[in-house]
């Protein structure tokens, strides 16, 4: 994996544990040489995420679209800020710069982007690694009412397998590696 789409919140969330995740991933990131693609903004765990891989010397790519360059205040301290007329081609932009998606903690855009690139994978439009960050037990629920989602057959085992989960940036990292190389099959 060369390059990772960072799925988060515009706002910092309730707890500490939240920035301190992002910083993390951000941080992993850099320190693996995996560009970090994720939505443009300077606020909330967006900026967190993206201010941590630029300090720790790594590769950003922000992705906007115009109508939030102002609401959401685009990050100006990025070299490669990439502006978009709409959120879909945002998405389908942020899907085409990356090798894998992790999701932080975050609202509705948030999940929204996550279901739809694991959507995309199940239907076979892409074999990138989808990951969760699951940071202070915040997508706990989620993640049951997938595993209820099987047990209820609207979605298939081998599509639950599709979102690797963990608490730790690394080992998601990690995982999401391993998954990619054997999709690849190597």
Do not use: N
């Amino acid at each position: 994996m060369r390059s990772v789409c960072v799925f988060s919140a515009s706002c910092p969330g309730a707890r500490p544990e939240y920035l301190d995740a992002a910083k993390a991933l951000g941080a992993e990131m850099a320190l693996r040489g995996i560009r970090l693609v994720y939505g443009g903004a300077s606020v909330g765990l967006m900026a967190a995420v993206a201010d941590a891989a630029l300090a720790a010397g790594g590769e950003v790519t922000g992705v906007i679209p115009r109508h939030l360059v102002d609401r959401e205040v685009a990050h100006l301290g990025l070299d490669d800020l990439r502006v978009t007329s709409s959120m879909h081609e945002r998405k389908a932009l942020m899907a085409e710069l990356s090798d894998g998606f992790v999701a932080l903690p975050g609202g509705y855009g948030t999940l929204e982007e996550l279901t739809e690139v694991l959507t995309w994978s199940q239907l076979g439009l892409h074999s990138k690694p989808c990951g969760l960050l699951d940071v202070a037990g915040y997508y706990r629920l989620l993640l049951d009412f997938l595993d209820h989602a099987v047990t209820e057959r609207f979605v298939r085992p081998q599509y639950r397998s599709l979102l690797l989960a963990d608490v730790d940036a690394a080992r998601l990292l990690d995982s999401m590696l391993l998954h990619g190389s054997q999709e690849a099959g190597v």
